[in-house]
């Protein structure tokens, strides 16, 4: 059997090593903490499954869903914009109802990228941008974000035969692996370099409500003419603790929204209604979750921070996302000091190489452990600083 070139060339999973490790070490009784996954440990809150539960007996529900969603779906998204952003959206031409956001991101580069475009892509980055890119025949063109830029792209330093060439862009803030934050001005600037040079702006906001210190981040579609230039993804995912029931969204230029509502109705047959009333009710009823959560969040955030730092690592406390993003230790790279992490106290963390070349020389640490591991994960890595403090005492 031979496997096209596309699916070959997709990169590997990069934490497979990291994987087995984990596995050796449970299969030898031995108990691994791991900070490395980014999905919420709380369940979703109660009145959403119940309002699942309820719509799931209804025959109505138990048919082929409607690709572009539901109407009263599509209807509460533009109401959830305008309380939440002050942003007006058309529920029939700038509302589409995803399988989870990965699948919209997935699958824009096959409406707006031909073989031989590039398509612009941070680095680090969550990967499905530069796989969604490959899967089309596209190029990445991976855009540093560097400590020094607050992690933010340098639109002035894409050389200009990219620019020509480039149809689409992604940017994702609050960002993960990063953590980094942007405000209006940047998506402003946004804005404007993508008139200049024609090119599509996705831009992905899964973590716009998973904010601390009352930090409110903004939406790309604040800024003035977005709308004219790009789309919002956006999830249900992390606001409401529903990775595991798959619906999300994209929202803004109707154009883009009509090529990827084509391209899908062609490939899925829409979000189960039962998931879809699931979704109206986590928007419409009561909000106090996201503070709950929130706090939840921001305590461990300062308790991981506190740790790092007197492990000696370089570290900036996030102001939103659900990830801590951290300098390695001096003499180590970013393989180097997870691994020593996970053989000497069982801890995972993940290598920032893993999100691009510009990762390198961080690791990420996911806040989404729940309180018994995180304390225990804590006192490991105080282990591990006290040790290597004898170490040093003995040399
Ligand atoms: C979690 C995450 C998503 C995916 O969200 P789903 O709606 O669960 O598919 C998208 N983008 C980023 C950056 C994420 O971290």
Redesign the pocket.
């Known amino acids: 059997m031979k496997m096209t070139k596309r699916v070959e060339k997709l990169p590997p999973y990069l934490f497979v090593e990291i994987s087995r490790k984990i596995a050796e070490k449970r299969a030898r009784g031995e108990e691994v903490i791991s900070f490395g996954i980014?999905d919420p440990d709380m369940p979703t809150p109660p009145h959403i499954i119940e309002r699942l539960c309820q719509e799931a007996k209804k025959p109505a529900n138990h048919r082929y869903p409607e690709s572009e969603g539901l109407p009263e779906l599509r209807q509460t998204i533009a109401d959830w914009y305008q309380r939440r952003f002050n942003v007006s959206l058309d529920p029939e031409t700038e509302v589409l109802p995803l399988i989870?956001?990965?699948?919209g991101?997935g699958h824009m580069a096959f409406c707006f990228a031909e073989p031989g475009d590039n398509v612009l892509v941070p680095d680090p980055g969550?990967p499905v941008y530069s796989v969604g890119t490959l899967l089309a025949g596209a190029e990445p063109y991976y855009m540093p974000l560097l400590e020094k830029n607050n992690f933010l792209p340098d639109l002035r330093q894409i050389p200009e035969d990219v620019l020509r060439k480039a149809t689409l862009m992604w940017i994702?803030y609050p960002n993960?692996p990063t953590s980094a934050v942007a405000d209006l001005p940047f998506y402003i600037g946004v804005v404007e370099f993508a008139r200049e040079h024609d090119i599509c702006v996705c831009h992905?906001g899964?973590y716009s409500e998973v904010a601390y210190d009352g930090y409110r981040p903004v939406s790309f579609l604040q800024a003035d003419g977005a709308r004219d230039t790009g789309v919002e993804f956006h999830?249900l995912?992390?606001s409401y603790n529903m990775?595991g029931w798959r619906i999300?969204m994209v929202v803004g230029n109707p154009v883009m929204i009509d090529a990827l509502k084509r391209l899908k109705s062609n490939l899925d047959s829409g979000i189960p209604q039962a998931i879809q009333y699931a979704a109206i009710e986590a928007m419409t009823g009561p909000q106090d979750c996201i503070e709950e959560h929130n706090a939840v969040y921001q305590r461990r955030r300062d308790l991981v921070v506190d740790m790092l730092i007197r492990m000696g690592l370089e570290v900036t406390p996030p102001r939103a996302s659900l990830y801590v993003w951290a300098k390695v230790p001096q003499g180590y790279n970013s393989v180097e000091f997870a691994n020593d992490l996970l053989e000497k106290v069982g801890v995972v963390v993940t290598p920032g190489i893993g999100y691009g070349n510009n990762g390198e020389g961080y690791v990420r640490l996911s806040l989404t452990l729940p309180d018994a591991g995180l304390v225990k994960g804590l006192s490991r890595l105080a282990e591990w600083q006290d040790s290597r403090n004898q170490f040093k005492r003995r040399v």
């Not at 989870?100 to 699948?103: L, N, S």
């Open positions: 980014g989870g956001t990965k699948e991101i969550y994702n993960n992905d899964p999830s995912s992390k990775t999300g």
